[in-house]
């Protein structure tokens, strides 16, 4: 005897607890947001926290089947951690200092420290240290899909930028480097997969290794205007690097020169290079930007030609340091002995300054600079003859621009803007190290396994679905990740006939598999059609007693317009609903 099983629920609009809106929230800045809330998916409980209604929890069940439908393939084994984690593990690694304001944290009724945990390197390094002991068990990757929390300072872009969301968060064991690069690759490929079934077109980029050092890393981007980084990319050969990380071919120098001779100039009140470049009539590259900043508790000064943007990233890898930024007016006044907009590389105020500047000033000469005198520029500067800036103090330390050369072929780049919706990360050996997470090798000898880590935001993919495919009236959602792939609009519900062709039809494709939602609530057409286009099901079937008489059911997809409706046989329909699916 066969025996069937569907895992199918049929679903009427009138028993779905959905509700759109016609008006979007007041606090929503991008598309995706106000659709997410329009479209009935999700409901803000808090600034930063949501509710994911029945509609949203069915996509975000859907992304979370084929994350895990990925990670499985790729050998990476479930399990799942606490959400709250004690501090001791933070500290063991020294986290629980350095993660900063972004991290909650809490205490028990017995003052023991916890944390919310933003992420869990600690958390499955301590487990692997337990459960890893010989060479044989390794190569070892282990996954979750667990939420997180981060204090943000500002949530907003609704599950983009939020204090609660899901995410997949896999680590990987390795015996050594070769295996942490498979590891690497196989979730790189994995994750290639995964944003390709939720019908995204993703892009991997370099970006920073942070703390890392050099460490590899690549983040997966969303292209969308909406995004909150930019991305240099490289139509040429295919570079594509985060702002942090973007690196350009450093153009020469030369000579800026209005051939006027080094001097002082007076420009009074004219502090910003915009201000001093109208006031002298000159380029903005003609211009010197010297900034004052403050590395590990140290100022330094650094230089960038008058049209660029200081990259904070790079400095701090330049330099060394933990941390950099701004300093403040009075160490300015201090060390250059002028006010901020007023300094410059020409002897400072305080003669053991450092002074750094990008590659793209090495040999300058003939540039206007900030004079440390208030009111003051000096024109006709070489920077050679005239500051100590020596060799070793150039470095690549501006933000890449459209226009700026490939490091890798030399064609100029284009920026993109991005939203990051996953990363892989190579760790090596910073959390195996300060866990003891060590190995035995066939001769039992002990060895620190390498790491890596790899992320995908769940909550954060089903907004970015959204914020690649939508239009004007609503979502349009890929099939896979779809709340249900078909709405079967019943224009008639008190009309029998229609009724029993609209719930044959339901029953017909849930047993194939396809999800369905039957409108039948007594709307008038264009309400129903609307609410439809809004939440955006991959394809509409209208079933009414005027098309049944005028021969079957309409079928259409929601990316097509009217003109491609397909008038379909009832005992076709099913047929050409699959067909609409592709
Ligand atoms: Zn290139």
């Not at 994911?52 to 951690?81: F, T, W």
Request: net charge negative.
């Amino acid at each position: 005897m066969a025996f069937f099983w569907y895992n199918t629920q049929i679903m009427k609009w009138t028993k779905s607890l959905i509700q759109t809106l016609r008006e979007n929230p007041g606090d929503a800045e991008i598309d995706s947001h106000k659709l997410l809330i329009r479209a009935g998916l999700a409901r803000k409980v808090a600034g930063g926290l949501y509710s994911y209604l029945p509609l949203g929890m069915r996509v975000l069940r859907k992304i979370q089947q084929i994350v895990r439908e990925e990670m499985d393939r790729a050998g990476a084994l479930e399990i799942v951690s606490p959400i709250l984690q004690p501090a001791e593990l933070w500290r063991t690694t020294g986290r629980w200092d350095t993660m900063g304001p972004n991290m909650f944290k809490l205490r028990d009724r017995g003052e023991h420290e916890f944390a919310l945990g933003p992420t869990a390197e600690e958390v499955f390094t301590d487990l692997a240290k337990g459960l890893v002991s010989s060479y044989r068990q390794l190569p070892v990757t282990i996954y979750q899909i667990q939420w997180k929390f981060r204090d943000e300072t500002r949530p907003r872009f609704g599950l983009m930028r939020s204090k609660e969301f899901l995410m997949k968060d896999a680590y990987s064991f390795d015996a050594d480097a070769e295996g942490a690069d498979k590891s690497y690759w196989n979730m790189y490929h994995a994750y290639e997969r995964i944003y390709g079934r939720c019908g995204l077109k993703a892009v991997a980029v370099q970006a920073d290794g942070g703390d890392m050092g050099d460490s590899l890393t690549h983040e997966f981007h969303v292209l969308a205007d909406a995004g909150e980084d930019g991305i240099a990319f490289c139509e040429g050969c295919g570079y594509a690097a985060n702002l942090e990380k973007a690196e350009r071919r450093c153009p020469a120098a030369g000579d800026k020169a209005e051939g006027s001779g080094f001097a002082e100039v007076h420009t009074p009140n004219a502090k910003t290079i915009e201000e001093v470049a109208a006031f002298m009539g000159l380029p903005a590259d003609a211009f010197v930007k010297s900034l004052v900043y403050v590395a590990d508790g140290t100022p330094v000064m650094v230089c960038v030609p008058g049209d660029r943007d200081v990259n904070d990233v790079k400095l701090k890898r330049f330099l060394g340091a933990k941390a950099v930024g701004l300093a403040d007016f009075g160490t300015v006044l201090r060390v250059t002995g002028a006010n901020a907009g007023f300094v410059g590389p020409v002897g400072p105020a305080d003669a053991s300054l450092r002074i750094v500047a990008d590659a793209s000033l090495r040999g300058a000469t003939g540039r206007i600079v900030g004079a440390n005198k208030d009111d003051f520029h000096l024109r006709d500067v070489d920077l050679a003859r005239d500051t100590k800036i020596g060799e070793a103090d150039f470095s690549d330390l501006v933000v890449v621009k459209a226009g700026d050369v490939c490091p890798k072929c030399g064609k100029p780049m284009v920026i993109k803007r991005g939203i990051e919706v996953g990363q892989v990360f190579k760790l090596g050996t910073k959390y195996s190290a300060a866990f003891n997470a060590v190995y035995k090798n066939d001769k039992l000898e002990e060895h620190v396994m390498i790491m890596g880590c790899y992320g995908v935001g769940v909550s954060r993919t089903l907004q970015a679905v959204i914020e690649q495919s939508h239009d004007a009236n609503g979502i349009i959602w890929p099939a896979s990740v779809a709340p249900y792939m078909v709405v079967i609009e019943n224009l008639d519900p008190s009309n029998a006939e229609v009724t029993k062709v609209a719930d044959g039809l339901e029953a017909e494709l849930e047993a194939a598999g396809i999800d369905v939602l039957v409108d039948d609530r007594e709307e008038r057409p264009g309400v129903k059609f609307k609410d439809a286009d809004l939440i955006g099901f991959p394809v509409r079937v209208v079933v009414g007693a005027k098309g049944l008489a005028n021969g079957g059911v309409e079928v259409k997809r929601r990316a097509d317009d009217k003109s491609k409706t397909v008038i379909a046989p009832v005992a076709d329909a099913a047929a050409a609903v699959r067909a609409a699916l592709g």
